[in-house]
């Protein structure tokens, strides 16, 4: 094994997957922690719920899948965190790169946030999002995460006992011997973390091959996955087929992208729009969805969202606290899931990192394959779910909340009959 990834969530695990996959490289999901075959590839890809998790939940988990892959002879491990590092103070990208330095001797500890083709890069160590400094754009208003710091090495700093330096993107455009210099340079002025510069797609080229020899790092998708480039074997692995049936959409994102994507979708498919500060109980709202659903499933499709506008949201969030409204949301939308698929749905659209996290645990999901990137980018895959103790294989694309154009979900269903 060469190669083991740790994401912080299932979505992150399945794109990160999907791109590598498209490079010819098998990256196996695995769900429920255990030591999975690479199918000759040498990376594997665990999915966590770490990105939202207290930070010593989050290490707890690092650390027992770093002994898994520790026993197995796992070369080098990667944390993979979202574009935006997303996080407060009492976040836990510092506290696991603690760990990992620790762990490993890891000195300085290389890591780089960003995903240049989706508008997040990072420059001279501060974050941009879409364009515009993460604490001018629309990542400020996050309910959970909101971003009003855009100084990442700053950010981090907060998080973290050591030093954070930044190598920017002069050193790293120089090429590979000119930032090996700086970085020598860095560590020797006693920097134990160094955030890398992501300002674009030749920049995590050339974190990549920094790193490439390091016994962990932390990064997000570009980094990531030009990390498995370097380290993994191409190989021809059997392919589960996609699965056709009746879909449906589940949504708990907030913010304008989740709203634009429901109120697209809505022109076309029939949309149930629950109020998670509604005080009955949970299992009543899951009957109420369900009860909606079933008179609906095959006539077109369908969607189940916990999110509405930003009053509702707010009226959420005052009732259960940010983080109890979205855990609320999640494990309604996970109930929910399995009652549609129960009822005959095989196609899912699941928008939300944590509760693609939340669907695949209710469904029993242990396992699954991310297929190759296409036209809408990854996120797609394959799963066998366990409905009333019987497998069923589901079509799937987990999307972050924040990515994809408005019409993604109607074109993610779509997709999954084409492929």
């Known amino acids: 094994m060469q190669l083991g990834i740790i994401a912080d969530d299932l979505t992150g695990a399945v794109m990160v997957a999907g791109t590598i996959e498209a490079a010819g490289i098998a990256a196996p999901v695995v769900l429920d922690g255990t030591t999975p075959e690479t199918a000759g590839s040498g990376v594997v890809v665990y999915a966590t719920r770490a990105r939202l998790a207290p930070a010593a939940e989050a290490v707890a988990e690092v650390a027992r899948l770093a002994d898994r892959l520790d026993a197995a002879g796992c070369a080098q491990i990667a944390y993979k965190a979202c574009a935006t590092f997303d996080s407060t103070d009492d976040g836990n990208i510092g506290p696991v790169a603690d760990l990992l330095a620790a762990r490993y001797g890891q000195v300085p500890l290389l890591m780089s946030a960003g995903l240049p083709r989706f508008g997040t890069t990072v420059h001279q160590g501060y974050l941009f999002y879409r364009g515009r400094l993460v604490s001018e754009s629309i990542k400020r208003f ?10 990442l090495v700053r950010s981090l700093g907060r998080q973290t006992r050591a030093r954070v330096a930044s190598l920017p993107h002069r050193w790293l455009a120089a090429g590979l011997d000119a930032a090996r210099n700086e970085l020598r340079d860095l560590a020797a002025d006693g920097a134990a973390m160094v955030l890398m510069d992501c300002s674009d797609d030749a920049d995590a080229a050339t974190g ?21 480039l370097l380290r993994g074997t191409r190989s021809v692995t059997a392919r589960l087929r996609p699965v056709d049936g009746p879909g449906a959409v589940l949504v708990s994102s907030v913010g304008p992208v989740a709203r634009s994507q429901v109120g697209a979708f809505a022109e076309i ?11 009955r109980p949970e299992a009543a709202l899951v009957a109420e969805a369900l009860d909606w659903a079933t008179r609906r499933i095959g006539e077109r499709p369908l969607a ?5 506008e930003a009053e509702a949201v707010a009226r959420a969030h005052g009732r259960h606290g940010a983080m109890g409204a979205a855990r609320r949301a999640e494990r309604i939308l996970g109930a929910v899931a399995a009652g549609l698929v129960a009822r005959g749905v095989r196609r899912l659209v699941v928008s939300g990192g944590e509760t693609s996290g939340a669907v695949a645990a209710t469904l029993g999901i242990t396992r699954l394959q991310a297929l190759p990137e296409g036209p809408l980018g990854s996120g797609f895959c394959v799963a066998e779910a366990q409905v009333r103790g019987a497998p069923v294989c589901l079509s799937l694309f987990l999307k972050p909340g924040k990515l994809g154009a408005d019409t993604i979900f109607e074109d993610a269903l779509a997709s999954m009959r084409d492929r």
């Open 142 to 151: 996050d309910p959970v995460t909101p971003m009003s710091d855009p100084d």
């Open 208 to 228: 990549a091959q920094l790193a490439r020899d390091d016994r962990a790092t932390i990064g997000s998708d570009p980094h990531i996955v030009a990390l498995a």
């Open 304 to 308: 189940v969202a916990t999110q509405g």
């Open 269 to 279: 498919g029939a949309v149930l729009t629950l109020d998670i500060a509604d005080d």
